[in-house]
């Protein structure tokens, strides 16, 4: 009888964030893998050449001015509007993938950080763009660089890489290189990531060759590195490569600590910066995190990586290619929930798959 109510039990508690259909009889492992051979080889093959998002613009009209009672009277031209392509994982058809949870994102894995055990998977062995979350690589080489971290660095023109997002770093700002770490992790601040990797010894060029040292030394198997900002979508890895670099990253106290603050006041000169995370879950009561990032490009998708405690376990779970940062924090909560529920019912004797009920 126990046997019975248990699937039951894990179901009704992992309804508390969501309500879900009941699936097929098929553990998650075994639902991911539903994307057959030829679709998986296709998102690897969309991988290795970077997609150009597709872009519809049309041409703000110019400001026109025009005369009333004696005075002349701009109007506001046209706002630019901008459409952009898929993703490479929705191009891929990876966002059909039937999953027991029926998550939003096109990626999904949880592991026990101390076992390695796999909790949740989801297309985890998929190589896709990575966006953001390349700053985490960025910080884990900058951390074992013995550099000084209160070293006074100036911001150049050379950091004004091509974004969407903005960016509080001006030319001629001198900021430590503390500083500039906490910018690239907590805010995601491109000029920053850019700065730190272009006044490492031997330049960008050897920054970014040490990148990729380091994921093969940390078992990143599928995982490659072209610059350390994650706006060139040739920066690519695995949910599973990413479990791995968060938990590198966690061994850091410094790292975790810059990371997960809500809020920061950077000093640039005679200026203070005001910085914000860029993550929901910060701040949730529900949440004990260690190390996060979050990350977004049109080939990536919205992405998230958070290392915390559930169920008296060390978990990393990860998100890649959200709809939007919604459902990229909802897909978060889901999991973990269904982690803890598992937990519960599992009685002790260790991890027990979901199966249909009938």
């Not at 991988?47 to 009277?73: E, Q």
């Not at 330049?203 to 060759?209: P, T």
């Not at 790292?255 to 950077?266: M, Y």
Request: aromatic share 6%; charged share 25%.
């Amino acid at each position: 009888m126990t046997s019975l109510l248990r699937p039951v039990a894990l179901a009704l508690c992992a309804a508390g964030v969501m309500l879900f259909s009941v699936p097929s009889f098929s553990a998650p492992a075994q639902n991911s893998a539903q994307v057959t051979n030829g679709t998986a080889k296709k998102a690897k093959r969309a991988t290795l050449t970077p997609i150009a998002a597709k872009k519809t613009v049309k041409k703000a009209s110019a400001k026109k001015t025009s005369v009333r009672k004696g005075r002349a009277v701009r109007t506001k031209a046209k706002r630019r509007v901008v459409s952009r392509g898929p993703s490479q994982a929705a191009l891929a058809g990876l966002h059909k993938t039937v999953d027991w949870l029926s998550l939003g994102s096109s990626v999904a894995y949880a592991v026990d950080q101390d076992t390695g055990e796999e909790l949740y998977e989801k297309n985890a062995d998929v190589s896709l763009p990575i966006a953001s979350i390349t700053k985490l690589m960025t910080a884990l080489v900058i951390a074992e660089s013995d550099l000084p971290m209160n070293q006074k660095l100036r911001v150049t023109r050379e950091d004004y890489v091509r974004s969407r997002a903005s960016s509080k770093l001006r030319s001629g700002m001198v900021l430590t290189r503390k500083a500039l770490l906490q910018m690239a992790l907590m805010s995601s601040d491109n000029r920053a990531a850019h700065a730190l990797a272009r006044t490492y010894p031997g330049g960008k060029k050897a920054f970014v060759a040490k990148m990729n040292e380091k994921a093969r030394e940390i078992g990143m198997e599928d995982a490659f590195f072209a610059d350390p900002t994650g706006l060139d979508n040739r920066n690519r890895a695995t949910a599973r490569d990413i479990g791995r670099l968060a938990s590198a990253v966690h061994r850091y106290e410094d790292l975790s600590e810059l990371s997960t603050a809500p809020v920061a006041h950077v000093r640039a000169g005679k200026r203070t910066l005001t910085m914000k995370t860029t993550n929901r879950l910060i701040g949730d009561p529900d949440w004990e995190i260690g190390v996060q990032k979050t990350g977004f490009t049109t080939a990536a998708g919205r992405c998230m990586v958070v290392q915390t405690e559930a169920a008296g376990r060390r978990i990393v779970f990860v998100v890649l290619d959200s709809p939007n940062n919604n459902q990229r924090a909802l897909d978060m909560k889901t999991m973990k929930s269904y982690v803890e529920a598992e937990s519960r019912f599992s009685n002790g004797f260790g991890h027990v798959m979901p199966y249909a009920i009938f």
